[in-house]
Antibody, heavy 122, light 115 residues
Framework: QLHLQESGPGLVKPSETLSLTCTVSGDSISSSVYTWGWIRQPPGKGLECIGSVFHSGSTYYNPSLKSRVSISVDTSKNQFSLKLSSVTGADTAVYYC??????????????WGKGITVSVSS | QSVLTQPPSVSGAPGQRVTISCTGRSSNIGAGYDVHWYQQLPGTAPKLLIYDNNNRPSGVPDRFSGSKSGTSASLAITGLQAEDEADYYCQSYDISLSSLSGYVVFGGGTKLTVL
């Protein structure tokens, strides 16, 4: 059974870089069918897609975050990672990693991790 | 403000049928991009409920169904149960005509209350 688990610091200082890792078990991250993505949800608000990565390293980023985001994959560890630079309080959110399916007319997340709460505060 | 528009809340009594609308525009739903729905129970991660407009993942009861027409989509829940009380989000893809870059878009979410 596929399982995704987010890990990383729960507190990040303003202007610093948020770094999270998602460990995948029950499936190979090298699958040619799926990509692997990050989504976030600020407290009391809706969902926002951050981006995703293919096992080859090719990426998709939300245009509104593109200048600050980097998503990478480590196939040897079956993990993928998120880096978000120059964080502010607006980046405080629950961050989810998810397995993603995408094609010419679709992009959706079919399996999600439980999420990790990250607060930005000095 | 979300690119896809959902009603903030809907409610219904046990056993009833409710629908949740998701209104987009010509650059997303109207452009032919598929709509997907997620259910988020209180304090938990979202769960895929409907994909590609009207398909249910394994394990999702057939009480849940989706449809799409023009620039809008809908989620219908029949035989409403107390356990259905949750937030529901629609999601699709959008193409920015100015930059010709695509991006994933969500609705703002709808809170379903079972009376």
């Amino acid at each position: 059974q596929l399982h995704l688990q987010e890990s990383g610091p729960g507190l990040v200082k303003p202007s610093e870089t948020l770094s999270l890792t998602c460990t995948v078990s029950g499936d190979s991250i090298s699958s040619s069918v799926y990509t692997w993505g990050w989504i976030r949800q600020p407290p009391g608000k809706g969902l926002e897609c951050i981006g995703s990565v293919f096992h080859s390293g090719s990426t998709y980023y939300n245009p509104s975050l593109k200048s600050r985001v980097s998503i990478s994959v480590d196939t040897s560890k079956n993990q993928f990672s998120l880096k978000l630079s120059s964080v502010t309080g607006a980046d405080t959110a629950v961050y989810y990693c998810a397995r993603t399916r995408s094609g010419s007319t679709y992009y959706y997340m079919d399996v999600w991790g439980k999420g990790i709460t990250v607060s930005v505060s000095s | 403000q979300s690119v896809l528009t959902q009603p903030p809340s809907v409610s219904g009594a046990p056993g009833q049928r409710v629908t949740i609308s998701c209104t987009g525009r010509s650059s997303n739903i109207g452009a032919g991009y598929d709509v997907h729905w997620y259910q988020q129970l209180p304090g938990t991660a979202p769960k895929l409920l409907i994909y590609d407009n009207n398909n249910r993942p394994s394990g999702v009861p057939d009480r849940f169904s989706g449809s799409k027409s023009g620039t809008s989509a809908s989620l219908a829940i029949t035989g409403l149960q107390a356990e259905d009380e949750a937030d529901y989000y629609c999601q699709s893809y959008d193409i920015s005509l100015s930059s010709l870059s695509g991006y994933v878009v969500f609705g703002g979410g709808t809170k379903l209350t079972v009376l």
